[in-house]
């Protein structure tokens, strides 16, 4: 299973640990679903900060970029904007602009089996920004994040050109063509500095 396309996220048993800190999701868009049964959990919903990104970054003391950079060291929030949901039974959940909204799972008061199921979501609009954290997404402890990040790469630059086969009309100037192949050998760029040495070893 993928790390960011979905992945399971299991409760450490160590009741102190279970508090995973406030932070901005690394991509556009995500769904966390409770999968064990809440009834068996003391704590443990999802909590959220009623504000904005600027807010945070002012109430934090830290700058908006590094927001999603700093999980376990934000905090200090006013009580009064923190919301807790806490989840009907085993198959709910919330779908969230998850870069936007700072939250983090409620810290269990005792130990429980815990997991929620976290599928991701990118906008399939081109015009809509890359908001993919993968400054901070590529130092995960996972085995899969390199191949994520050059398939997520690979499907951008496909989706440019196919945009541009769709839409770009016969009668128009051939220039129309080149945001779209530019954009689309960006992706590939970028895609094949992150597979750095071994691009020139192929070569060779
Ligand atoms: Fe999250």
């Known amino acids: 299973m993928p790390t960011l396309g979905s992945s399971f996220v299991y409760a450490p048993p160590q009741v ?45 003391g830290v700058a908006e970029h590094e927001i999603r950079t700093s999980v376990g060291k934000l905090g200090n929030l006013p009580a009064d904007r923190i919301h807790t949901m806490t989840y009907q039974r085993a198959g709910y959940g919330a779908f969230m602009q998850g870069n936007m909204v700072l939250h983090r799972g409620e810290p269990l008061r005792r130990p429980a089996p815990r997991s929620v199921f976290v599928p991701g979501f990118i906008a399939l609009d081109l015009d809509y920004p890359d908001v993919t954290n993968w400054r901070e997404v590529r130092k995960w402890n996972s085995p899969s994040v390199t191949n994520e990040y050059l398939r997520h790469r690979a499907w951008r630059a496909r989706s440019f050109l196919d945009d541009a086969i769709a839409t770009q009309p016969f009668d128009q100037p051939a220039e129309t063509y080149r945001r779209s192949l530019e954009a689309a050998l960006q992706e590939i760029e970028l895609a094949l500095t992150e597979l750095g040495g071994r691009r020139g070893a192929s070569a060779a």
């Open 16 to 60: 102190e640990r279970t508090n995973q800190g406030w932070h901005m999701d690394s991509l556009g868009f995500d769904c966390v679903i409770m999968v064990s049964d809440p009834d068996e959990t003391n704590g443990g919903g999802f909590q959220y900060f009623q504000g904005t990104l600027q807010e945070v970054a002012r109430i934090c």
